[in-house]
């Protein structure tokens, strides 16, 4: 329960009119209890933020590396295309391209989905 959830459920007595120092102590004592219940929040935001950003980095680097075999496998795929002297070759090509990029794809999203799942571990940083 936060500091905040605390104060709000204790009941308080009222202080003594005639002792203003020991009233000024209780607010000092309950400002200075939110503002570390602030500066923890802070940090936490911080953590979450840097957390997403390296995620984000990480979802780049997937999506390059994704697209630069997806390249590489259509090169590949024209030069044995180019090559191939029957209809049925070509069609074996066109099948072995397609499970290919659908291997390369079902990676893809499998290191994605690794990343997302860790990224929402490391953005539910715990006070």
């Not at 203003?20 to 607010?27: C, E, I, K, R, T």
């Not at 997403?52 to 980095?57: D, E, L, S, W």
């Not at 390059?64 to 029957?86: C, H, K, P, S, W």
Request: proline letters at 3%.
């Amino acid at each position: 329960m936060s500091v905040i959830e605390n104060l709000a459920q204790q009941e308080f007595e009222p202080l003594p009119a005639l002792q203003p120092q020991v009233q000024l102590d209780g607010m000092e004592t309950i400002f200075n209890s939110l503002t570390r219940e602030a500066k923890n929040d802070v940090q936490v935001l911080g953590d979450q933020l840097t957390a997403t950003n390296v995620c984000a980095k990480h979802l780049r680097r997937e999506w390059r590396a994704f697209i630069d075999r997806g390249v590489m496998n259509g090169f590949e795929y024209l030069q044995r295309l180019a090559r191939a002297q029957t209809p049925a070759d070509m069609v074996e090509l066109q099948r072995n391209f397609a499970q290919i990029q659908i291997g390369a794809m079902r990676d893809y999203w499998d290191q994605c989905g690794r990343l997302a799942a860790a990224g929402a571990v490391a953005c539910a940083c715990e006070k």
